[in-house]
């Protein structure tokens, strides 16, 4: 998990999502937490927007809340998009779960090489 020095609105909103969803489902921070692999306290500050969440982890939510991207994060999803982010996410909603698991690792990679090459 990556602790945030402070909480960003995309944080923050990604943690009042899950709780969100979680609460929908009657679900405690603990049975979710065991459903998806990590501890109850890292769960409690994601939600709470001090800990960021990984794509894989976001990926391990939606199976378990049987849900899409866009079906997580609602109208939010959409908000702002280019003609070009929009036509990727068209690209990405159309393919099987486990193609969306590689591509979310592929980006994930591809951000994580960008930060090693930022001065």
């Given at each position: 998990m990556t602790r945030s020095t402070r909480t960003s609105l995309p944080t923050a909103t990604v943690g009042q999502r899950i709780r969100q969803?979680?609460?929908e489902r009657n679900l405690t921070q603990t049975e979710l937490a065991r459903q998806i692999g990590i501890q109850q306290s890292d769960l409690s500050r994601m939600e709470k927007g001090e800990?960021?969440?990984?794509?894989?982890v976001l990926f391990r939510l939606l199976?378990?809340?049987?849900m899409s991207l866009g079906e997580f994060f609602?109208?939010?999803?959409?908000q702002?998009?280019?003609s070009r982010e929009a036509n990727?996410?068209?690209s990405f909603r159309v393919l099987p779960r486990e193609d969306?698991?590689?591509?979310l690792e592929f980006?994930?990679?591809k951000r994580s090489k960008h930060r090693e090459q930022e001065p």
């Amino acid at each position: 998990m990556t602790r945030s020095t402070r909480t960003s609105l995309p944080t923050a909103t990604v943690g009042q999502r899950i709780r969100q969803h979680r609460q929908e489902r009657n679900l405690t921070q603990t049975e979710l937490a065991r459903q998806i692999g990590i501890q109850q306290s890292d769960l409690s500050r994601m939600e709470k927007g001090e800990y960021r969440v990984s794509l894989d982890v976001l990926f391990r939510l939606l199976q378990v809340f049987e849900m899409s991207l866009g079906e997580f994060f609602g109208d939010l999803a959409q908000q702002g998009l280019t003609s070009r982010e929009a036509n990727l996410l068209e690209s990405f909603r159309v393919l099987p779960r486990e193609d969306q698991h590689e591509v979310l690792e592929f980006v994930e990679f591809k951000r994580s090489k960008h930060r090693e090459q930022e001065p």
